[in-house]
Structure formats: C-alpha cells, structure tokens
C-alpha cells in the first residue's frame, strides 16, 4: 500500500514518538513485511510504517477499543465528537462519565471513543492519566481552539485499518510476544524506567510498571532474541535500563519532555534505542 501523510496519530500519550521519528526511522530494519507492536499508545511508529501485516496491543482495553471504532464507525464516530464543545463544565461532566460504572456500561463504543479523543484534545497538556481506581484524572486544558473532531485524519487511520491486516488486542504484553512469529519486527515503547525518584511515567493504565516489570520485558527481549525476531525498544537512558541491555546495541537519541507541570524544567532527555540486529 502506498503511504499517506494523513494517517497520524489522533491522540497524544505519554512518552508518543512522533517527535522521534526522524531519529528512529534509519535505525528500523530496510525491510518489514510484518510487525508487531505490544505497547501501541498514541501510535506514532505504527502510523509511520503503515505495514500491511500489524499486531498491536496495549493494556489499556479502552485505547484499544477506540482504535476498533474508528476502523468500524468512523463517521459515527465524527458526529458524535462534533457533539462535545470546549467548555470546562461539559468537560468535566464528561470526564466524571466513568465515575459511574453501570452507567457508563450502558454507553455505545462510539461514546466511549469520542470521549477518550474529547478528552485528550482539551484536557491540561493532552495528557493521559488515569488514578488508581482506573479513572481519567487530567484537568481542564483551556484550549482557545483544540482541533476535537480532525475528520481527515480520523478517516485516513480509518481506510488503513480496513485496508491493512491488523490485530488488535488489550493483554499483557508477554501473551502478545509469545506469539510473534518469525519474520516479524517488534518495536516495543514500554512506560519508561523513571528518570529521578519523583519522575512517573505509569499514569497511563491502572498497576504501573516497576523495575520488576522492566526486568521481565527484557526477559522477554532475550527470548525474542533467541527465537531470531528482530526488536526494537525504546526507554530513558537510565543506567539501570543500559545495564539490563548492555548485550543490545544501544543507540541514544534526545527527546523532548514535555510532560513536566513546570515548563521550565521541559527540555531534551537522553533516551535508549536498544536493537537486536545491526
């Protein structure tokens, strides 16, 4: 299929990689007939690649369902995010949807969806973040003019989608690498090793992701390796994450941190690109 420039991400998350494109694009393998993804977020290196052949995950079972909608229900997925203005009251309203669990398990998927991309278009630096109890916590962004309902683009991911093979699932991604077959690229963007004790990049899902969880997907990493798949993965460059994967070779790229609640401590960061093959 030939690539679109239209097909981009349609929601910002944390640690996305669109910045890094540039960076990441040389250091893929030249050629990629399939390609597997267990921590797909925002998207970026998907929408990048476009592949014919795709196995995307995340453990965010709404993320993921989302991303079926717009494959199935694109235009009603449309009108309904034209339905949501800007406003701070309609924002919170919405964002309590979810604080009501059986009433929020009689909305349609559309709702659902329209109300993830609603959310991240006007919430407080379009970040993602839930509590412990699951529960979208981000405030109201006080946006001028934030583009909610980006129909072009909604409906390019939409074309690729029906086009492309793609399998989405929501499960741990261990289940996702057990059943990468050869032949397959696997890129893996986990929720990163924090860089300082107050840095915390597991707001996204309930359960975070400890140093425990970090030794267990570089497991996983050593049985992809012996198995032959080539793999690709990003993380902070923390001593810590250059010790688990000191074997790999180890690319550092800068990245702009842009989550920070204070601007003047955004600015770049070293991170990892660990790689399998040359």
Known sequence: MRKSPLIMPVVKWVGGKRQLLDDLTPLFPKRITSYCEPFLGGGAVLFKLQPNIAYVNDINSELIQMYEVIRDNVDELIMALGSH?????????V???????????RLTKVQKAARIIYLNKTCYNGLFRVNNAGEFNT???HYKNPNIVNGPT?????????KAQLT??????????????KGTFVYLDPPYDPVSDTANFTGYARGGFDRSEQIRLQQCCDELNRRGIKFMLSNSATDFIKKQYADYNITIVKAKRAVNS????????DEVVIRNYE
Do not use: C, M
């Open 168 to 181: 989405f699932t929501s499960v741990d991604y261990s289940k996702t690498l057990a059943n990468v077959e």
């Open 139 to 141: 405030p109201f962004g």
């Open 95 to 105: 964002r309590d949807w979810d604080r009501n669990k059986e009433q929020y398990a």
């Open 262 to 269: 204070n601007a003047a401590k955004r600015g770049q960061i």
């Open 154 to 162: 909604l409906k390019a991911v939409s074309a690729y989608f029906q």
């Open 85 to 93: 203005p800007n406003e701070e009251e309609h924002f919170y309203s």
